[in-house]
């Protein structure tokens, strides 16, 4: 089993203290997808009875990240690349909305929090820890978002973010990949910081269907990968 272990909160129901924990490891790529979830071993592993596992499962599964196999059980859903299609499409319309709106709001404290976030992550980019690389990535982001000052905005660009946190990690391997983020970071930047919101949305546009072609490379390895394995059994 992967190395990922429960985090405990004393003001949250174990069963939603499970789900947090699962969720979050299959978003960080820690259960991956198509790997089975068994229920004995997971309550094994996070110290908790069958019970809230099994509740969590249901949950997972009405969020689209766990799929009920008839006779094989529970199993972490695939994404298509449809699904990635469809969550990107949205995106890229709202980070539009979120750069316009950072444009013309964004504080010089601000600015200098995103160059700070920039700079974090061009220097996280050696080390090799991926999914603190990713966290890093997702801080940057988040500048721009937060100086939206449009809490419901941020609620949706977070949500539709985590939904592909599972493949940024994979996204983030090739360190030529790495080298393009850093520069993308700070020509977004700058765009912002010059007040040009039609750059600042190219930037981000090309930003994103970078890791649109990166995430459905890896969409297709999986399956290619899947089908092999298959074929073997």
Request: overall charge neutral.
């Amino acid at each position: 089993m992967n190395d990922f272990s429960v985090d405990m909160n004393e003001y949250l129901p174990l069963r939603d203290v499970v789900f947090n924990t699962l969720r979050k490891a299959i978003l960080k790529g820690e259960l991956r997808p198509g790997e089975r979830l068994m229920e004995i071993a997971l309550a094994e592993r996070l110290g908790v009875s069958r019970t809230p596992v099994r509740e969590a499962m249901r949950k997972l599964e009405l969020e689209g990240l766990v799929v009920m196999i008839p006779r094989r059980g529970a199993q972490v859903a695939n994404i298509t690349e449809k699904d990635l299609n469809d969550v990107l499409e949205v995106r890229i319309a709202l980070e539009n909305l979120s750069i316009q709106k950072a444009c013309s709001c964004m504080t010089e404290e601000q600015l200098e929090k995103l160059w700070e976030a920039a700079r974090k992550f061009e220097s996280m980019t050696e080390d090799g820890n991926l999914v603190k690389l990713a966290e890093a990535d997702v801080d940057f982001h988040e500048v721009i978002y937060r100086s939206s000052d449009n809490r419901r905005l941020n609620q949706v660009l977070n949500n539709l973010r985590e939904q592909i946190y599972r493949y940024r990690v994979e996204y983030l391997k090739d360190e030529d990949t790495r080298k393009i983020l850093v520069k993308e970071h700070e020509e977004i930047y700058r765009a912002i910081k010059e007040r040009d919101v039609k750059r600042a949305q190219e930037i981000s546009y090309r930003h994103i269907e970078n890791q649109r072609e990166a995430i459905i490379r890896s969409i297709r390895e999986e399956a290619a990968n899947q089908e092999k394995n298959g074929k073997r059994k």
